[in-house]
């Protein structure tokens, strides 16, 4: 007999920041090429028009879990009022959210109520609560913003499971300085989010130097990952927009090709993954 299949989200983030963004990202998700997306709802780009674009895919069987990605940083601007610090009306840029939270010099009732207005925004773009919540480059996982996050996801959405970043046992390297430092950020995020009865992904892939070659490193990502696992990625086509508010351009082109390849279901199928059904 042969072995089960694992199944695995592979969740393209940052759907809103532009439409060139929005559209390769539906163009995968129609194509059975993503299971999972996650929307930034204070982004310049969700519009009603393509938040609308993005669950009419899902009339019908559902093709894709719907999650938010909250976001805390720069250049991007609050949704509720009053919250602080910020730059120019701006949030922080990341490197100062981190070390603020390290410190524990955030106002964790703005934060709480920030995010729960991005919760809110989610809401009213797609009529439900998200399926998942995860954060933009990963501030789910600071100190502070990952009791605002916790309780927004307990209260709020409480069917949703938040985002882990912590590797399979099996595919942790001591090398590679983002991946350690994501494991170990996620031993306290998983320890809060039981306390808070939040579910989380047992496993994560897909951080990687952006310098690689995707294709010949995407297939590393499902090696060990086990059933339930997520993998993270970032296709999409390049717009001015997207130039004007994000340094990872070009690479989402890359990302984008490769999961319209051929060489895409080939792999998943020479590690015996597929993609899971939503519910």
């Not at 910020?86 to 964790?108: D, E, I, S, W």
């Not at 995707?214 to 990625?233: N, Q, S």
């Amino acid at each position: 007999m042969a072995p089960a299949q694992r199944r695995i989200w592979l969740c393209a983030d940052d759907y809103g920041i532009s439409p060139a963004v929005n559209a390769g990202i539906r163009e995968l998700i129609a194509r059975g090429r993503l299971n999972a997306v996650s929307v930034m709802t204070m982004a310049p780009h969700l519009g009603a028009n393509e938040a609308a674009a993005l669950d009419k895919l899902n009339s019908g069987s559902k093709r894709a879990a719907l999650g938010l990605h909250v976001t805390l940083t720069a250049p991007f601007e609050p949704l509720s009022e009053g919250f602080a610090p910020l730059l120019n009306g701006q949030f922080l840029p990341l490197k100062t959210v981190m070390r603020l939270a390290t410190l524990r010099r955030l106002n964790g009732e703005k934060l709480a109520r920030e995010v729960s207005a991005q919760v809110q925004a989610f809401v009213a773009a797609f009529g439900r609560p998200p399926d998942f919540i995860d954060g933009h480059q990963h501030v789910q996982l600071f100190p502070q913003v990952r009791d605002a996050v916790l309780k927004a996801a307990a209260e709020r959405a409480p069917r949703a499971w938040v985002r882990q970043c912590g590797r399979a046992r099996s595919a942790r390297r001591l090398k590679g300085r983002k991946e350690l430092l994501l494991d170990i950020l996620s031993v306290g995020f998983r320890r809060k989010a039981r306390w808070a009865g939040v579910a989380t992904n047992p496993a994560f892939a897909g951080a990687y130097d952006l310098k690689s070659d995707f294709a010949k490193t995407f297939p590393r990502f499902l090696a060990g990952l086990p059933d339930g696992g997520l993998i993270m990625c970032h296709p999409g086509f390049v717009d001015a927009e997207l130039k004007r508010l994000d340094p990872l351009t070009g690479q989402r082109e890359k990302e984008l090709a490769y999961f319209n390849s051929d060489e895409f279901p080939r792999a998943l199928a020479e590690h015996g993954v597929t993609l899971a059904v939503p519910d």
